[in-house]
């Protein structure tokens, strides 16, 4: 009797330990395994069936898709898979810094170090020229600018806060005055009292700018000169033609870091005025960094102005100090329409088909309808995608 009790107790042994190897599915790759390593690719606005927007083009490509959107509170989409062969979140935050900040949370508080990198993929408003179209000097059009194309790319680890000049400015001109450097600090710069001598209590940590590692932004390059860019189609082209002659029309160009940023703005901003000095505060950012290597002007620059980066990227740098896992960003832009409305040769805001001068706001959706934003988001995702392709060769 105890015989075979003995053997019925290790043949249910037995039975017990293979049911839960069976049950038990193989332990998650643990992090800083390369297999659990993921790309985080943001993008403001889309939808799940890939018809439009800027996540659009990466949902077409991913494969092994799997919607994470139901697991999220705070991203407008949320999906897992893959590109090229390669792990990927693909995040529609939502448009807005209340919006791409967090999301951006949520996505670091779900992975943690699983992430790999974060790259920002979108469409923006452009200055319609490098150093603007406006001679500082008598308010006319320059002679001869340099344009800007509608699907021109942006790449750059670099954002500045257009909507923080408002409360700083005048403290970080001041600053600059005295021979400090406010920004190179990557952006950490104390709010001040009236007096300039006190900083405001709870505003000691206002971030107006982000400087991160380029070495994501050069791979990102690298890859953009491998891309086959689209010709501009004849609805993009009659964006440009508000602006410059058919024969100032030509392919695709990128802008590095050494040339462009995005400038974010809850404002939207949208005027001649807003693209000057966001150029200039753009100039100092690209001078802080140290990434350029000559000194950079207004003169020099082309503002890429949206609403995200600075909320999102801001939140990925305090992760990173918190955890002491350093996570690489870039911010890659396309031009979708210009940042003002065009002008008459004296610098004027040309009229409409009314004859009356174009409101902001019916001047940005004057660009949005004829195709800029589709055609930008396609070629904001282009060196990415091509990025995926190049690492899966290797």
Known sequence: MNRLFRVTTVLLAVIVLTAACVAVPPAAPQPGDALSQMSVILTAFGDKDATYGETQPFLKALTDRIDRTPDSAYCAGLYEGKLSGQPVVVATTGTGSDNSGPCMQEILQMYDRRI???????????????????????????????????GDVCISPLAWSYDLHFASVADWKAAVDKGDDPVSTAGWYPMKESSGKADVIGFENVQQAVIADKALADELLAAARAVEWPALDADTQRVVGRFFPVSAVRPVRVFDYTQCAEVASNTFFHGVVEDRLSRQYLAELINASGYAADKRTEDDVVVFSAMEAVAWASIVQRWAAKTGVPIPLVIVRAASNYDHMPLDGDGQPRPGA????????????HGFADSGASFAAHTAALPVLKMFELRQRR
């Open 354 to 365: 009314d004859g009356k001068p174009l409101t902001a706001m019916e001047d940005i959706l």
């Open 116 to 150: 790999k990198e974060v790259i920002w993929s979108g469409i923006a408003g452009a200055s319609p020229a490098v150093g603007g179209i406006v001679d500082v000097k008598t308010g006319k059009l320059k002679a001869k600018p340099e344009p800007v194309m509608i």
